[in-house]
């Protein structure tokens, strides 16, 4: 009897037990984000955090949380325990890869974010000819249907401009801010960045107006001008700082992810070339800076430490 009694005791333990992990899975399954508040089965999972935090986050909100403490601080810290991070992106899987920076690494801030920009250029230029291929493909079929009524995804005047690749086409440039500064149709080709967001073509003007407008600390007169004259501006694909004419295609996503924590842009020759393989003659600045002082430079000013000395040009 008594073993039978410690039998049943058993049993009901183990049912128990179950039970508790059967609802830890249920409780695991609903849980939220701790930034936005939805569900993370909605938003793909929780982030693996690199660090001992418990806190969960869904892959939008950790990576929006760290590109705010880089552009507060010029550190990716996380945002429970702030402890530093460094970033990589695993381009065969398309996702960002977290690690916890070393206490004694001796490493530069700077490092891991030349190594991601890096990891991205080829990833970019895949997306730009995956691109200019379909801008291809969209201008043969309005060619197709020339002699019928034009369907609304593909107007006359951007089936007249966009060139075909490989250097055939009659306008390039008309093409090219005709493809991205229209708003997107169904079937209309876009411009990618690497993080996913839409590449628009915008005047170097215009790109550092909008930069200065989005710093955390208001703008010393005169500044905005004297930074026009050498704009700190550099293409992520050559890696050339741009002189204070021209355009510049930068991604609409901004500082707002941590995979260009200062922002993505690339300049119009790189994108003619590798969109549509038009080589086009050079507009950069003679006087470019190496890719990591052009980039510390524009940290520099997104974490509020510029220099308003006329030789550094901040």
């Given at each position: 009897?008594?073993?039978?009694?410690?039998?049943?005791?058993?049993?009901?333990?183990?049912?128990?037990?179950?039970?508790?992990?059967?609802?830890?899975?249920?409780e695991d399954e609903q849980l939220d984000c701790a930034i936005c508040y939805e569900p993370l089965t909605a938003k793909g999972g929780a982030?693996?955090?690199?660090?001992?935090?418990?806190?969960?986050?869904?892959?939008?909100?950790?990576?929006?949380?760290?590109?705010?403490?880089?552009?507060?601080?010029?550190?990716?810290?996380?945002p429970s325990c702030r402890s530093p991070l460094c970033v990589e992106l695993d381009a065969r899987q398309g996702r960002l890869v977290f690690k916890k920076m070393p206490r004694c690494s001796g490493a530069d801030d700077s490092d891991w974010r030349l190594?991601?920009?890096?990891?991205?250029?080829?990833?970019?230029?895949?997306?730009?000819?995956?691109?200019?291929?379909e801008a291809a493909a969209a201008l043969a079929a309005s060619h197709i249907t020339d002699r019928e009524p034009r369907s609304e995804a593909m107007p006359s005047t951007e089936a007249a401009s966009c060139p075909e690749p490989n250097g055939r086409g009659t306008d390039s440039s008309t093409a090219a801010a005709a493809s991205a500064s229209c708003p997107p149709a169904d079937g209309t080709p876009v411009p990618?960045?690497?993080?996913?967001?839409?590449?628009?073509?915008?005047?170097?003007?215009?790109?550092?107006?909008?930069?200065?407008s989005e710093q955390p600390l208001p703008t010393p007169p005169g500044l905005v001008e004297q930074v026009?004259?050498?704009?700190?501006?550099?293409?992520?694909?050559?890696?050339?700082?741009?002189?204070?004419?021209?355009?510049?295609?930068?991604?609409?996503?901004?500082?707002r992810t941590v995979l260009h924590a200062v922002a993505y842009d690339v300049c119009h020759a790189c994108f003619q070339y590798h969109a549509y393989g038009i080589e086009a003659g050079s507009e950069l600045d003679e006087s470019a800076t190496s890719d990591e002082n052009s980039l510390n430079y524009e940290g520099e000013l997104c974490n509020g430490n510029s220099d308003s000395s006329e030789d550094s040009g901040w």
């Open positions: 009897q008594a073993s039978s009694s410690l039998g049943e005791a058993m049993r009901a333990g183990e049912e128990c037990e179950g039970a508790l992990k059967a609802e830890g899975r249920e982030v693996p955090l690199p660090c001992e935090c418990r806190v969960v986050y869904c892959h939008h909100c950790w990576d929006r949380a760290l590109a705010a403490s880089f552009t507060a601080c010029g550190n990716a810290l996380c190594r991601v920009y890096e990891q991205a250029k080829p990833v970019q230029i895949r997306l730009l000819e995956e691109f200019g291929a990618r960045c690497v993080c996913g967001a839409r590449l628009t073509c915008t005047s170097i003007r215009q790109r550092v107006l909008d930069f200065m026009l004259r050498r704009p700190p501006i550099n293409c992520d694909i050559c890696r050339r700082q741009l002189g204070p004419k021209g355009d510049v295609w930068t991604c609409e996503n901004g500082r």
